[in-house]
């Protein structure tokens, strides 16, 4: 959205943006703060005022917008149904940006990645001329980055050290679990591996306190691992494990931390996206240690709610899926090839650290991965095209 909002404006700066937040089960509740924060939005509609909207009609009284109504919808991500409805009060016309042609009788214009995106589309019974090559978004958010000897001396860190970035995903359970996982991760790998040093990759939806949530016997449920103790030292946040190992906690600057980084430990999701973006070779890991804490979407997410039997059907659910699905990292899945390492299933931080190990002592192997990650994920500027469309058409 940042880069998207911002091409906007340079283009039309009176154009009024507005921002809605929809509903969704894997919100954090911190969306809109940073929205809001954005000095290109004029205003953001939050999921509660959107719904009285939608649905009842009534106008948040922030909302400032003459009848009729003049301008476009623009549907980023979510589930498209949101955008239809709004589309059907306000009587604009919807523009999707997605790699799912769902409601594809809605749509006006359905903008996508790339030209085998594009025929995808059209296979699937889309008008070629509703279909628009733009680019990749996520290339646009990560390409301003500030030079390297800036992005150390930001981080108060040694250029000539080995940096290992960890993501435990942008969803406060997940983060509760994934942290301490991965924070007993690096202490194997500092074992083998002297020099390392460990930045934490921390997403701006979740707070800091989420990293200490839970008790030792909690992550024990899921993980071999203990909790960390967070502190600020030097008016930088890091987190101390019990052998010692300081890690640094990186809440601001995250592409600047990906870029420095020789290596990267994550789940999936977008940070694969843009780590593939920078060429920063990556270890995926997918515990499935805890099913029934997985968050779905639509019938299976009502079904897993249900007491007593949810637990057991979402981790039916997620056996199937896992079976069914060869990649789960986007580089992967994009490229249908096996460039990153994956691991995934009832798994501990032992699993993690020998795969990450091994790729350590191969320089070749992450020279090669860097390369295969570039090469398929080039950089282009489609938000400027995206703009363009939106506004001419």
Known sequence: MKPVVKSLKRRKNQVKIIVVITPCQYASGKEREIVESLPEVDYVMGKNEYLKYVFFGFKP??????????????????????????????????????????????????????????????????????????????????????????????????????????????????????????????????????????LLVLSPFVAREELTNLT?????????????????????????????????????NRYEAMSISTMAI???????????????????????????????????????????????????IVKIYSKKVKFFAIPNRWTKKNIVPEIRGIIQADDVAEEAIRLLRNPERLHWISRQLRESFPQKSSADKLAEIILND
Not at 91 to 117: E, I, Q
Not at 217 to 229: G, H, L, R, T, Y
Request: aromatic share 10%; with cysteine.
């Open 61 to 198: 009284p922030g909302l400032c917008l003459n009848s009729p109504y003049k301008g476009a919808i623009l549907f980023l991500g979510g589930d498209p149904i949101h955008p239809l409805l709004l589309s059907k009060r306000l009587g604009l016309p919807v523009f999707s940006y997605t790699h799912r042609p769902r409601y594809k009788r809605y749509f006006k214009r359905f903008m996508v990645l790339n030209d085998a995106m594009r025929k995808k589309f059209i296979e699937k019974g889309i008008s070629p001329e509703k279909v628009v090559v733009v680019g990749d978004l996520v290339g646009d958010a990560v390409e301003s980055l500030m030079p390297k000897r800036e992005i150390y001396k930001l981080f108060c860190i040694n250029p000539e050290s080995l940096y290992i970035s960890l993501f435990p995903g942008s969803r406060p359970y997940m983060v509760r679990y994934m942290s301490p996982f991965f924070l007993r991760v690096g202490e194997l790998i500092k074992e083998e591996f002297p020099e390392a040093h460990f």
């Open 216 to 252: 030792e016997e909690k992550i024990n449920k899921a993980f071999q691992a203990k909790p960390a103790i967070l502190r600020k030292e030097d008016g930088q946040w890091e987190l101390i494990t019990e052998s010692g190992l300081k890690v640094l906690v990186v809440e601001e």
């Open 266 to 316: 994550t789940i999936p999701g977008t940070n694969t996206h843009e780590l593939s973006l920078l060429g920063i070779p990556m270890i995926v890991a997918t515990p499935l240690n805890r099913p029934e804490a997985i968050p779905f979407d639509g019938l299976a997410g009502l079904m897993g709610n249900i007491p007593l039997l949810g637990g057991f059907i979402k981790r039916w």
